[in-house]
T-cell receptor
Framework: DGGITQSPKYLFRKEGQNVTLSCEQN?????MYWYRQDPGQGLRLIYY???????QKGDIAEGYSVSREKKESFPLTVTSAQKNPTAFYLC???????????FGSGTRLTVV | AQKITQTQPGMFVQEKEAVTLDCTYD???????LFWYKQPSSGEMIFLIY??????QNATEGRYSLNFQKARKSANLVISASQLGDSAMYFC???????????FGAGTRLTVKP
């Protein structure tokens, strides 16, 4: 079945560490997105990519980095520069503008 | 800049009753798309319904319908015959114009009472 796989489901990070969240899709979608969700709040865009080897910053890109070396994969690295990384992270993909997004099941990141 | 507003942080509805979740949006673009997603406690985002700005008919998907009032810039979600499994967060979202990404409202938490 086609879909988006995010891993791990839960992730714990120590202060000062970089961590990478995985996002893989087999939907043949061109566009991929990373959102952050804080408790009781909506989704805020971190980064998005509309084509391989190209990506753009969203509203809250500081402290995060991404790569898009393959169409299927769009990993997100939470760097030590992100001061408050504890949140729920959602990856999504779409065929393009005006198409709905398909979301992964999310990664819950906690700083310990 | 585009903005989505959901003014109801929480809503309660009796099982089998209908409920309307409010959403207003702000855009100067003529071409845009409006979406509603459901987020259960597990965290996944489930697509419910879509309305294009040029669609003349209100969108419907099973028990979900979208009350689209373009002049008022509102896109309210109507859930008919509520079920206990409808208890979740509901997000209104928009794509269009200069933004190549989907913008979300703050969400409404719906609780269905037995």
């Amino acid at each position: 079945d086609g879909g988006i796989t995010q891993s791990p489901k839960y992730l714990f990070r120590k202060e000062g560490q970089n961590v990478t969240l995985s996002c893989e899709q087999n939907l043949n979608h061109d566009a991929m997105y990373w959102y952050r969700q804080d408790p009781g709040q909506g989704l805020r865009l971190i980064y998005y990519s509309q084509i391989v080897n190209d990506f753009q910053k969203g509203d809250i890109a500081e402290g995060y980095s991404v790569s898009r070396e393959k169409k299927e994969s769009f990993p997100l690295t939470v760097t030590s520069a992100q001061k408050n990384p504890t949140a729920f992270y959602l990856c999504a993909s779409s065929m393009g503008i005006f198409y709905g997004y398909t979301f992964g099941s999310g990664t819950r990141l906690t700083v310990v | 800049a585009q903005k989505i507003t959901q003014t109801q942080p929480g809503m309660f509805v009796q099982e089998k009753e209908a409920v309307t979740l409010d959403c207003t949006y702000d855009t100067s673009d003529q071409s845009y798309g409006l979406f509603w997603y459901k987020q259960p406690s597990s965290g996944e985002m489930i697509f419910l319904i879509y309305q294009g700005s040029y669609d003349e008919q209100n969108a419907t998907e099973g028990r979900y319908s979208l009350n689209f009032q373009k002049a008022r810039k509102s896109a309210n979600l109507v859930i008919s015959a509520s079920q206990l499994g409808d208890s979740a967060m509901y997000f209104c979202a928009m794509i269009g114009g200069n933004n190549n990404d989907m913008r979300f409202g703050a969400g409404t938490r719906l609780t269905v009472k037995p």
